[in-house]
């Protein structure tokens, strides 16, 4: 259940501001309907570190019109002549999706998809499925995304091309019904340009839906945009992911491979632990370099015992091992309790004074 402090849990793994951005690795059918294909996609993302892989289940012939699903379909990456057997091709059955589950649990990586129509919602749910995923296209078929909300599991809803006002009529549809939700900001162009990212809205989203995590689902090239929008406050990324871009497919140009995810995985990650707690603190690391950058008070020339200390006297020299530069006014004017050699670096003894008494000379 989603909480005040925007957490949700998906397959024992929660998501909120104080984790880990959580990474769907978005194979859509980036596997070419070859369920060994999909399998070497499940491990390579688990190997990459994303914490799900996501599929599409589309029931083709209830999901489109007749003469949309016959229509011809000439593009270079069908798989068949008309568009409904190209989106055959690219489906799995049962038995295959059954496999690819048990596969998905077996590495250990959560297996969800996006349900395009009620049979699909309906055979996925049968699967057990740990999640849904909500296409920008549907945001706007209500009847059948309260359907889905209804089998009470968490849910991802992408909002491409759509308005601030189709996006709160979704959130105050759903959340009396299943409040494990997570609103996902994405412009529905494959890729778009950078410019159509608007990855601010993530903070719009933040502001309207404080009770929700907030997610990015990022259909642009490359992963440096993905950073942006975790500063921004998404803590759901979903990228597209294949093994090679150069396959067969409108999303595999613009997809990541592996090495492309695990980079990904690991620079949100180290975000994460950059961004620190914001107090302001001297690490142990930092000793060392300090003290040989830093610079300390010495005697310009030797100086005797009774001498008052002028601050043509003094000079700024590293290493910072000693009275720091910041105590140079405490110093002029002092008399010197005992003689200083020239390059000898001062100490509080010379003028009489315990580091505590400069202390409070400072603030004098």
Request: contains cysteine; hydrophobic residues 40%; aromatic residues 10%.
């Amino acid at each position: 259940m989603v909480m005040a402090n925007r957490e949700m849990v998906v397959d024992g793994i929660k998501i909120s501001d104080n984790d880990d951005m959580y990474v769907i690795a978005e194979i859509g059918q980036n596997h070419e309907g070859d369920v060994q294909k999909c399998k070497d996609l499940f491990d390579a993302a688990k190997a990459a570190g994303a914490h799900s892989v996501k599929l599409q289940k589309r029931d083709n012939r209830s999901l489109y019109t007749k003469e949309y699903y016959n229509q011809p379909y000439n593009s270079e990456n069908a798989y068949a002549a008309t568009y409904g057997a190209h989106r055959e091709m690219l489906e799995f059955d049962r038995d295959e999706w059954i496999e690819l589950r048990d596969h998905a649990k077996k590495i250990g990586i959560t297996l969800f998809s996006t349900a395009w129509d009620y049979k699909s919602a309906d055979f996925l749910e049968d699967l057990d499925m740990p999640a849904y995923k909500i296409a920008s296209g549907d945001l706007k078929t209500l009847p059948q995304i309260k359907y889905i909300a209804k089998f009470g599991k968490p849910m991802f809803i992408s909002t491409g091309g759509a308005s601030i006002e189709d996006v709160q009529r979704v959130y105050d549809e759903i959340m009396p019904i299943n409040p494990n939700i997570c609103i996902m900001q994405c412009t529905s162009g494959y890729p778009p340009t950078f410019e159509e990212l608007n990855i601010r809205v993530i903070e719009t989203y933040r502001e309207k839906f404080p009770e929700i995590p907030i997610g990015f689902s990022s259909h642009d090239s490359g992963i440096a945009m993905a950073m942006l929008g975790y500063m921004c406050g998404a803590r759901v990324l979903e990228k597209h992911f294949t093994l090679n871009r150069a396959w067969k497919g409108t999303d595999q140009a613009f997809s990541l491979e592996p090495n492309g995810l695990r980079r990904l995985v690991r620079d949100l990650q180290r975000a994460r632990a950059a961004l620190g707690d914001g107090v302001k603190r001297t690490y142990d690391s930092e000793h060392a370099p300090l003290i040989k950058m830093g610079k300390k008070l010495c005697a310009t020339s030797d100086l005797p015992a009774g001498h008052t200390i002028t601050e043509a006297d003094i000079a700024l020299k590293s290493p910072g091992d000693g009275i720091a530069p910041y105590f140079q006014d405490v110093f002029v004017g002092k008399t010197l309790t005992k003689a200083v050699a020239d390059d000898q670096p001062f100490t509080f003894e010379d003028i009489g004074l315990t580091e505590a008494a400069a202390n409070e000379a400072l603030k004098a």
